[in-house]
């Protein structure tokens, strides 16, 4: 966040902070509750090991590079993760996990912003 602390308040929390939430939200979706999910659902039967796997990739992504990181950056994203797999199983679709994805996104994003 410190990289736009140097822009105008305006121009971060109504375009870029936004806008980055948009995209992350859409293509970790695509990534890991799309692409991802869907192979391991044609390929193995346990659903439960379905979710755990994406997951579990979802949550290795952000061990490093998300907030919080580290073991609880994991922990937190993994069962963040497992919720929104389930919610696409349920909604058969993209549109819902990637709404409350993208709003989660925003909290966060804002919060961040306003530590700087």
Do not use: C
Not at 23 to 50: C, D, P
Not at 83 to 89: C, D, F, N, S, V
């Amino acid at each position: 966040m410190k990289g736009v602390a140097h822009y105008p308040r305006w121009m971060v929390a109504g375009i870029i902070l936004p806008l980055f939430a948009v995209l992350n939200a859409f293509s970790e979706e695509v990534a890991y509750r799309g692409i991802l999910q869907e192979a391991l659902q044609r390929n193995l039967t346990n659903t439960h090991l379905v979710l755990v796997l994406q997951s579990s990739a979802f949550a290795a992504l952000h061990y490093a590079a998300g907030f919080p990181n580290g073991i609880l950056g994991f922990l937190m994203a993994f069962s963040w993760g497992l919720m929104l797999g389930y919610l696409r199983q349920r909604s058969r679709g993209l549109l819902a996990p990637w709404l409350v994805h993208l709003a989660a996104d925003l909290v966060i994003f804002y919060y961040l912003y306003s530590q700087v």
